[in-house]
């Protein structure tokens, strides 16, 4: 086992296995643009030593990630009081450029997920290629409730129409047994076992070559294209755009402003939990 050294992530190769391990545990794992821009860096290290044939990124602490880093900072202010349809686009189609990456990593990648996989979350999770998940992790995407849409909008092409609608115009969680059920996940396990049954996956696949691993890959993911991933993304991009302007929105960024991320929240979930 060899590691090589991140701020925010550590990275680890077992065999002919890579592991990435976001590491803000005190954050859980909330993706900040230097998490972002580590996790990429480290994939795409991984794709290129010729030693590594499957990759696994995984989250410490409690979760796996609990989504896009909202902590209200001055400079999220600013960005803010100054956004455009246009310039909340670019800064979108830049993230979504980001884990599009993943997707077309030349070599198998496996999703880790416990604890909380929610919002931003689940889409660095839906850009890899599978998804092993914890039974009882808590997965989907709160933020449709008063924030926006799911930029990548990948729902669509893992659990079809109706679920995607189901979760996506409610917010609510599901855990690992039901996302496996419904197509999220391929497999749920007791979380005791997650490390162990996700190894011996990634472990499975590093036994063949990486030209025939990068072929079939591209097979199924050209497979995906032709079903219109790519504009639905750019659609999906410009719809949570204009979203993020919808009254619910700026109410909410009102909130977390004045009264803090905690009371924006509450007044974001508290109807739901009735």
């Known amino acids: 086992m060899t590691s090589i050294s991140y701020e925010y992530l550590v990275y680890e190769t077992i065999d002919r296995v890579a592991r990435i391990t976001m590491n803000r545990p005190e954050k859980l794992n909330a993706l900040s643009m230097g998490l972002q821009q580590e996790i990429v860096q480290a994939a795409k290290t991984a794709e290129s030593d010729p030693g590594i044939h499957a990759l696994i990124i995984r989250g410490s602490g409690r979760a796996f990630s609990a989504g896009y880093d909202i902590t209200p900072t001055p400079e999220r202010g600013e960005q803010q009081a100054t956004r455009t349809i246009r310039n909340d686009i670019s800064r979108m189609e830049d993230m979504v450029e980001r884990w599009n990456t993943l997707w077309k990593l030349r070599i198998p990648t496996i999703a880790q997920v416990h604890g909380f996989c929610v919002a931003g979350g689940t889409d660095l999770a839906l850009h890899c290629d599978m998804i092993v998940v914890a039974e009882d992790a808590r997965i989907g995407f709160t933020p449709v409730r ?52 996700v190894l011996k996956l990634a472990t499975r696949m590093s036994h063949i070559g990486k030209d025939l691993l990068t ?29 993020h302007l919808a009254p619910e929105a700026l109410e909410f960024n009102k909130i977390a402003r004045e009264q803090g991320l905690k009371a924006a929240l509450e007044w974001r979930d508290g109807p739901f939990r009735q």
């Open 146 to 197: 008063a924030m926006g849409a799911p930029p990548t909008h990948m729902w669509l092409y893992s659990v079809g129409p109706q679920w995607a609608k189901r979760l996506l115009l409610t917010g609510d969680l599901i855990d690992g047994s039901k996302a496996h059920e419904i197509g999220w996940a391929i497999e749920s396990v007791p979380a005791a076992d997650l490390d162990d049954t």
């Open 215 to 243: 072929a079939n890959k591209y097979i199924v993911n050209k497979g995906v294209e032709l079903m219109g991933r790519t504009l639905l993304q750019q659609i999906a991009v410009e719809h949570d755009a204009i979203a």
